[in-house]
């Protein structure tokens, strides 16, 4: 828009010299008027817009170059790890060998009570390269060998009860005993603590032991894992299940239990009245998924050991997001993978996570509570 605006009037008074100091010439009054133009724009200013750029989407399904979705947990490792043979640890869980060294790293753990109503520990550990303490490690009895078996892993102990000997000596499982030549190779003893409960490995120990018995590292071509995990950012919610915010296992000497944390979907483990930590880093153990195992069982004839019987099939309980359902269990074979089934008869799915396996002895079932309070 334009302005007009009346410019005062002008008295030229003064005279300009034109030639020397004393010749004078005057100029007559002007009177003028002068239209000024306003500096404003002669149109409205055009607003400028920024550009919105729309956030990238990422695919819960790609997976980086050079990773590979775990075979133990099925999150996203690097391909170096996640395509070699695990190693299955036996570890100590009598009060005097606690707390374990290196358990964090499992991704898998078994837990089965043995003789006098104590439970032993084995861990499946693929991602251990920079571990120089794993322990303490302890002897072999019959039923852990089968569940090693089951994941193809290269099976570490220090001893065994004379019963799993021949599965030990069989070709079916690559075995490193602290009892045999390559104790000394793949074990060492440590002074903080009084024998059996001092022998412990490192990652260096281990691929020493797999060097000297000449074990190859790599998987059976076509192996295809042995848990089905969800994919990409799926979760496994049990909708259906029982409310399980406090899971008791049941065996007497150790009394375990967990507790569900909601803020991030872990199942955190107490044993002996007190968190279960790893001597390593001082953290407390948590779990994703909780698969109780239920089986028959007898004692070898006139001795303690059990013989737990882990190939006939039976009930078990999946415990996963604050939930419980009931499931069963069978096993493909003799040397088979154990799979496990919600009461529709579909292999239940495990959300990516670490798990914890309780074998519980299925008359003893009564002793496992689940609560829906911590």
């Given at each position: 828009m334009r302005k007009k605006v009346l410019l005062s009037i002008i008295t030229l008074s003064s005279a300009l010299a034109l030639s020397g100091c004393g010749n004078k010439t005057e100029t007559p009054e002007v009177t003028s008027v002068v239209e000024a133009v306003s500096l404003e724009p002669l149109t409205e200013p055009v607003t400028q817009t920024e550009a919105v750029t729309e956030p990238e989407t990422v695919d819960p399904y790609y997976i980086p170059e050079g990773m590979m979705r775990s075979y133990l947990t099925g999150e996203l490792i690097n391909e170096g790890q996640g395509n070699r043979r695990p190693v299955a640890i036996m570890l100590n869980n009598i009060i005097d060998a606690i707390p374990q060294t290196g358990i964090s790293r499992a991704g898998v753990v078994y837990e089965a009570p043995v003789e006098g109503g104590l439970t032993r520990l084995m861990g499946i550990f693929e991602n251990y390269d920079d571990l120089d303490k794993i322990g303490s490690v302890r002897s072999a009895r019959t039923y852990y060998v089968y569940f090693a078996r089951e994941f193809d892993a290269i099976y570490a102990h220090y001893g065994q009860c004379e019963y799993a000997l021949p599965l030990l000596n069989s070709s079916e499982i690559d075995n490193i005993s602290g009892l045999e030549s390559v104790g000394n190779v793949a074990y060492y003893r440590t002074s903080d603590r009084k024998a059996p409960h001092n022998a412990y490995t490192s990652a260096e120990c281990i691929q020493d032991g797999i060097d000297y018995l000449g074990y190859n590292t790599a998987y059976p071509e076509g192996y295809d894992g042995h848990y089905t995990f969800a994919?990409?950012?799926?979760?496994?919610?049990?909708?259906?299940?029982?409310?399980?915010?406090?899971?008791?296992?049941?065996?007497?000497?150790?009394?375990?239990?967990?507790?569900?944390?909601?803020s991030d979907n872990l199942y955190y483990r107490f044993q002996y009245g007190a968190k279960h930590i790893d001597d390593m880093n001082g953290e407390q153990l948590a779990y994703r998924n909780i698969i109780m195992q239920y089986c028959g069982w007898e004692s070898y004839y006139g001795t303690q050991y059990l013989n737990i019987n882990v190939s006939s099939g039976g009930a078990g309980k999946y415990i996963t997001n604050g939930k419980a359902i009931d499931i069963t269990w069978q096993k493909d074979s003799q040397y088979g993978k154990t799979r496990y089934y919600d009461e529709a008869g579909n292999e239940i799915v495990l959300n990516q996570g670490k798990t914890w396996v309780c074998i519980i002895q299925k008359d003893q079932t009564d002793r496992i509570e689940i609560l829906s309070e911590n």
């Amino acid at each position: 828009m334009r302005k007009k605006v009346l410019l005062s009037i002008i008295t030229l008074s003064s005279a300009l010299a034109l030639s020397g100091c004393g010749n004078k010439t005057e100029t007559p009054e002007v009177t003028s008027v002068v239209e000024a133009v306003s500096l404003e724009p002669l149109t409205e200013p055009v607003t400028q817009t920024e550009a919105v750029t729309e956030p990238e989407t990422v695919d819960p399904y790609y997976i980086p170059e050079g990773m590979m979705r775990s075979y133990l947990t099925g999150e996203l490792i690097n391909e170096g790890q996640g395509n070699r043979r695990p190693v299955a640890i036996m570890l100590n869980n009598i009060i005097d060998a606690i707390p374990q060294t290196g358990i964090s790293r499992a991704g898998v753990v078994y837990e089965a009570p043995v003789e006098g109503g104590l439970t032993r520990l084995m861990g499946i550990f693929e991602n251990y390269d920079d571990l120089d303490k794993i322990g303490s490690v302890r002897s072999a009895r019959t039923y852990y060998v089968y569940f090693a078996r089951e994941f193809d892993a290269i099976y570490a102990h220090y001893g065994q009860c004379e019963y799993a000997l021949p599965l030990l000596n069989s070709s079916e499982i690559d075995n490193i005993s602290g009892l045999e030549s390559v104790g000394n190779v793949a074990y060492y003893r440590t002074s903080d603590r009084k024998a059996p409960h001092n022998a412990y490995t490192s990652a260096e120990c281990i691929q020493d032991g797999i060097d000297y018995l000449g074990y190859n590292t790599a998987y059976p071509e076509g192996y295809d894992g042995h848990y089905t995990f969800a994919q990409g950012n799926e979760v496994v919610t049990l909708d259906a299940g029982e409310d399980a915010k406090k899971v008791v296992v049941g065996y007497p000497n150790n009394k375990p239990w967990f507790e569900y944390n909601e803020s991030d979907n872990l199942y955190y483990r107490f044993q002996y009245g007190a968190k279960h930590i790893d001597d390593m880093n001082g953290e407390q153990l948590a779990y994703r998924n909780i698969i109780m195992q239920y089986c028959g069982w007898e004692s070898y004839y006139g001795t303690q050991y059990l013989n737990i019987n882990v190939s006939s099939g039976g009930a078990g309980k999946y415990i996963t997001n604050g939930k419980a359902i009931d499931i069963t269990w069978q096993k493909d074979s003799q040397y088979g993978k154990t799979r496990y089934y919600d009461e529709a008869g579909n292999e239940i799915v495990l959300n990516q996570g670490k798990t914890w396996v309780c074998i519980i002895q299925k008359d003893q079932t009564d002793r496992i509570e689940i609560l829906s309070e911590n």
